[in-house]
């Protein structure tokens, strides 16, 4: 495992989250609604500027049932 998560904006979440397998479902608001058709999981990502803070993206990852180490190759 890496030493951090990178600093990484919304819409880099967005993309990494869709190559892993979740699908655009609708974007209400600042919030993009992502769900995966296979694990039935489904995440909200917050659209704001500047670079998220790490305890929400580790939490983003954890809720996608990704590890670090797959969320750094879907980046």
Known sequence: MLARLPGV???A???ALQRAGFE???QKGSHVTLRNPLTL???VVPIHSGEFP???LKRIIKEAGLTEDQFRLYL
């Open 9 to 11: 904006q919304a819409r």
């Open 13 to 15: 979440i967005v993309r």
């Open 24 to 26: 655009f479902e609708r």
């Open 41 to 43: 999981r489904t995440m």
């Open 54 to 56: 790490r305890w929400l």
